[in-house]
């Protein structure tokens, strides 16, 4: 981590984690200090301790008052230039290597259905579609970032949770709530979500594991398996590693003519590697995501054997320089193909919907140190490409299954300083954007954030941010089966407000914080039903206003009962939308937000090896859907408690899951039934080679 002291920079060891140096992911454009973890760090990530510790934490297991020290010792800067621990304004949320493994999920989008901030809105389980939202935003609305790299889809924000990696591949998960182009760029309108990935070998006791297999089955068909290898070269300048995941399940219901509508089939492989001298870091990445799944009623209630297939490549390379000046240039490009069936195999009645995009990207963030503070400069550029059955223009030279296409380039630079003291910081920037669609000019979104220290475990933080987002391919050209797009949609752009207090101690954590987002030209698609023939258009929907607040409670219960490692957490957020608009109009998803959520988790040690995880979630979204029969019905408040049990070894992991335990009826989006009672046992090996 870093001091304020602007002359020279100094490098904590991961010993928890990577047992290297160079560890530091710098690349990423923030500064990350892991300590001992546990699950109470998912809501309560943001403020740290005044003092910032440079030393290299402490590897032994002793329950002791040290690991409780380290529980803050967590940092992820909402900003360009990395800073001391403790003295970011943002709201950060961290879940944890730790709290990832011990979670009762079988994908990534279902972890993060525990930080309270972010909406998860699931059409079918283990990972097959998601649309995953912040603070009332829409799924479209938030950038996916896998180590700091940018892969959403432009395409559509449907699939922008294909990711390649499996969850014992994750280090992190870090969420940046809020408005977040002067950080991650365009498209991070209402925040942003950054997966960040280990080549670490497994650790587990007191030893570490090159090697680890994984095997899961359950209900409904239910079958998982997975291996991933980490290798640690004598060389310690050079580290890799490989995993591979496949997954499949029979599905959860039928359609009416008795097939299977809910089933999945999908494989991963993730490679990744990384090198390390005094004088430049550097790391890449290359996976694929391949998934093919029953879509039931996901599009259209009146067809009930949709079914599409999802195949992704994702390649990235980046590094950072050492030095009074700090060069992190990073390259990646990313594929996707898609292919949905309206009518499951029958490509003769309906043809079948065929897309291809490509994301190429080029970024270079600079920052320096000197009297007045650290400073951060630099910029992107990104090209967004696709061809398809029925999105874009008509091209010159149709191939296979591609009619049209679009391409488009978005440009921006950024400039950010960083005023440092003792219990004040002021982060203030801007990032300036330009893009080829509709001619956009260059226009440029401030952002500035400050943080107050108030005595021992007391912090204050305010901000105000404003951020833009251009609109998917989908939204500027989807016109068929009851679609009508326009292809003249404006970007959305947002300004927010926020502020909130938070103390620490050993025994409890809480936190708070309000916040005001003010969205013009927010992109949805609306239905009149009092029109004669309705369909769904893609509008920019006026303006719309967001009046949130989040509060969270970690209490360490292993102070209080002999317990060691005990924990529970509650956390509450509550949202109101106030928008301009016909009463009679139905909106697709903007305007369907969790106005309550409420989370609770209980992490417990039984006995020596052998430990509960209960995890409780209720949420009540606002808004209504629709029937067949054509009843509109508004959405009802439900509950879902998951659990894991679990036996810890030296070498292996048995456990057992059951999520959705006592069956709730769920429904995240009108007319998608979710499943009921899922039950899940598995088992991981680790070994060396």
């Given at each position: 981590?870093?001091?304020?002291?602007?002359n020279?920079?100094?490098?904590?060891?991961?010993?928890?984690?990577?047992?290297?140096?160079?560890?530091?992911?710098?690349?990423?454009?923030?500064?990350?200090?892991?300590?001992?973890?546990?699950?109470?760090?998912?809501?309560?990530?943001?403020?740290?301790?005044d003092?910032?510790?440079?030393?290299?934490?402490?590897?032994?297991?002793?329950?002791?008052?040290?690991?409780?020290?380290?529980?803050?010792?967590?940092?992820?800067?909402?900003?360009?230039?990395?800073?001391?621990?403790?003295?970011?304004?943002?709201?950060?949320?961290?879940?944890?290597?730790?709290?990832?493994?011990?979670?009762?999920?079988?994908?990534?989008?279902?972890?993060?259905?525990?930080?309270?901030?972010?909406?998860?809105?699931?059409?079918?389980?283990?990972?097959?579609?998601?649309?995953?939202?912040?603070?009332?935003?829409?799924?479209?609305?938030?950038?996916?970032?896998?180590?700091?790299?940018?892969?959403?889809?432009?395409?559509?924000?449907?699939?922008?949770?294909?990711?390649?990696?499996?969850?014992?591949?994750?280090?992190?998960?870090e969420?940046?709530?809020?408005?977040?182009?002067?950080?991650?760029?365009?498209?991070?309108?209402?925040?942003?979500?950054?997966?960040?990935?280990?080549?670490?070998?497994?650790?587990?006791?007191?030893?570490?594991?090159?090697?680890?297999?994984?095997?899961?089955?359950?209900?409904?068909g239910?079958?998982?398996?997975?291996?991933?290898?980490?290798?640690?070269?004598?060389?310690?300048?050079?580290?890799?590693?490989?995993?591979?995941?496949?997954?499949?399940?029979?599905?959860?219901?039928?359609?009416?003519?008795?097939?299977?509508?809910?089933?999945?089939?999908?494989?991963?492989?993730?490679y990744?590697g990384?090198?390390?001298?005094?004088?430049?870091?550097?790391?890449?990445?290359?996976?694929?995501?391949?998934?093919?799944?029953?879509?039931?009623?996901?599009?259209?209630?009146?067809?009930?054997?949709?079914?599409?297939?999802?195949?992704?490549?994702?390649?990235?390379?980046?590094?950072?320089?050492?030095?009074?000046?700090?060069?992190?240039?990073?390259?990646?490009?990313?594929?996707?193909?898609?292919r949905?069936?309206?009518?499951?195999?029958?490509?003769?009645?309906?043809?079948?919907?065929?897309?291809?995009?490509?994301?190429?990207?080029?970024?270079?963030?600079?920052?320096?140190?000197?009297?007045?503070?650290?400073?951060a400069?630099?910029g992107?550029?990104?090209?967004?490409?696709?061809?398809?059955?029925?999105?874009?223009?008509?091209?010159?030279?149709?191939?296979?299954?591609?009619?049209?296409?679009?391409?488009?380039?978005?440009?921006?630079?950024?400039?950010?300083?960083?005023?440092?003291?003792?219990?004040?910081?002021?982060?203030?920037?801007?990032?300036?954007?330009?893009?080829?669609?509709?001619?956009?000019?260059?226009?440029?979104?401030?952002?500035?954030?400050?943080?107050?220290?108030?005595?021992?475990?007391?912090?204050?933080?305010?901000?105000?941010?404003?951020?833009?987002?251009?609109?998917?391919?989908?939204?500027?050209?989807?016109?068929?089966?009851?679609?009508?797009?326009?292809?003249?949609?404006?970007?959305?752009?947002?300004?927010?407000?926020e502020?909130?207090?938070?103390?620490?101690?050993?025994?409890?954590?809480?936190?708070?914080?309000?916040?005001?987002?003010?969205?013009?030209?927010?992109?949805?698609?609306i239905?009149?039903?009092?029109?004669?023939?309705?369909?769904?258009?893609?509008?920019?929907?006026?303006?719309?206003?967001?009046?949130?607040?989040?509060?969270?409670?970690?209490?360490?219960?292993?102070?209080?009962?002999?317990?060691?490692?005990?924990?529970?957490?509650?956390?509450?957020?509550?949202?109101?939308?106030?928008?301009v608009?016909?009463?009679?109009?139905?909106?697709?998803?903007?305007?369907?937000?969790?106005?309550?959520?409420?989370?609770g988790q209980?992490?417990?040690?039984?006995?020596?090896?052998?430990?509960?995880?209960?995890?409780?979630?209720?949420q009540?979204?606002?808004?209504?859907?629709?029937?067949?029969?054509?009843?509109?019905?508004?959405?009802?408040?439900?509950?879902?408690?998951?659990?894991?049990?679990?036996?810890t070894?030296?070498?292996y992991?048995?456990?057992?899951?059951?999520?959705?335990?006592?069956?709730?009826?769920?429904?995240?989006?009108?007319?998608?039934?979710?499943?009921?009672?899922?039950?899940?046992?598995?088992?991981?090996?680790?070994?060396?080679?």
């Amino acid at each position: 981590m870093y001091k304020p002291n602007f002359n020279k920079r100094e490098v904590i060891v991961f010993r928890q984690f990577q047992r290297k140096g160079y560890s530091l992911f710098a690349c990423l454009g923030r500064v990350v200090v892991i300590g001992v973890l546990s699950a109470a760090t998912l809501q309560s990530a943001t403020a740290a301790t005044d003092e910032v510790s440079t030393k290299t934490e402490k590897t032994d297991n002793t329950e002791s008052v040290d690991k409780e020290a380290t529980l803050e010792d967590v940092e992820v800067t909402g900003s360009r230039a990395p800073l001391a621990l403790g003295q970011a304004a943002r709201m950060v949320t961290v879940l944890s290597r730790e709290e990832i493994q011990a979670a009762p999920v079988q994908s990534i989008n279902d972890l993060l259905k525990m930080a309270v901030g972010v909406d998860v809105r699931q059409r079918g389980p283990i990972g097959a579609q998601t649309d995953v939202s912040i603070r009332g935003g829409s799924y479209e609305q938030i950038a996916v970032l896998l180590n700091g790299i940018n892969i959403c889809d432009a395409q559509t924000g449907h699939n922008a949770f294909d990711l390649p990696c499996d969850v014992a591949d994750i280090l992190r998960i870090e969420v940046l709530e809020g408005p977040a182009a002067r950080v991650y760029g365009a498209s991070s309108l209402v925040g942003a979500i950054n997966i960040v990935t280990s080549q670490a070998p497994e650790a587990s006791l007191e030893r570490d594991y090159n090697g680890q297999v994984r095997l899961e089955g359950g209900s409904f068909g239910y079958l998982s398996a997975a291996g991933r290898y980490a290798l640690t070269p004598h060389a310690d300048q050079l580290t890799s590693s490989l995993s591979a995941t496949y997954t499949r399940s029979d599905g959860y219901q039928r359609s009416a003519a008795g097939h299977l509508n809910s089933d999945y089939t999908g494989g991963k492989v993730f490679y990744q590697g990384g090198y390390a001298d005094q004088a430049m870091q550097l790391q890449w990445h290359a996976g694929l995501s391949a998934k093919g799944f029953g879509s039931n009623t996901f599009y259209s209630g009146r067809f009930d054997e949709q079914y599409e297939q999802t195949l992704k490549f994702f390649t990235a390379i980046q590094g950072e320089t050492s030095g009074r000046l700090h060069l992190k240039p990073a390259i990646y490009w990313n594929r996707g193909y898609d292919r949905f069936e309206l009518i499951r195999g029958s490509e003769d009645l309906v043809p079948f919907n065929h897309h291809r995009t490509d994301a190429f990207g080029i970024n270079l963030n600079c920052y320096f140190d000197w009297a007045a503070g650290r400073t951060a400069f630099g910029g992107e550029f990104r090209n967004e490409d696709i061809v398809s059955g029925n999105l874009g223009e008509p091209l010159n030279a149709p191939f296979r299954d591609y009619k049209y296409g679009l391409n488009r380039s978005n440009l921006s630079f950024h400039l950010e300083h960083n005023l440092l003291l003792k219990r004040f910081t002021l982060s203030a920037g801007f990032i300036a954007v330009k893009n080829t669609w509709n001619e956009m000019p260059f226009t440029i979104y401030p952002g500035i954030d400050a943080s107050l220290r108030l005595g021992k475990g007391w912090k204050l933080y305010a901000s105000y941010n404003a951020s833009l987002r251009m609109p998917s391919f989908t939204e500027l050209y989807y016109s068929v089966g009851g679609h009508k797009a326009d292809k003249y949609l404006k970007p959305e752009e947002l300004q927010a407000v926020e502020g909130g207090v938070k103390y620490s101690s050993s025994l409890l954590t809480v936190q708070a914080s309000i916040y005001h987002n003010h969205c013009r030209q927010m992109i949805d698609w609306i239905l009149d039903p009092t029109e004669a023939e309705p369909v769904w258009r893609s509008v920019n929907y006026t303006k719309v206003n967001t009046l949130g607040f989040e509060t969270s409670a970690t209490l360490q219960l292993h102070r209080l009962l002999p317990l060691p490692g005990a924990t529970l957490q509650v956390a509450y957020s509550y949202i109101d939308e106030d928008k301009v608009g016909q009463h009679q109009i139905e909106s697709q998803s903007t305007l369907e937000y969790l106005r309550h959520k409420l989370v609770g988790q209980l992490h417990m040690p039984i006995v020596e090896r052998l430990s509960l995880d209960v995890k409780y979630r209720l949420q009540k979204r606002a808004g209504n859907y629709t029937t067949n029969a054509g009843i509109v019905i508004p959405y009802h408040t439900y509950d879902v408690v998951d659990t894991r049990l679990s036996w810890t070894a030296e070498a292996y992991t048995l456990y057992a899951e059951a999520n959705n335990l006592f069956g709730s009826h769920c429904v995240d989006f009108g007319n998608v039934r979710q499943p009921g009672l899922w039950l899940t046992i598995g088992a991981k090996y680790r070994f060396n080679i």
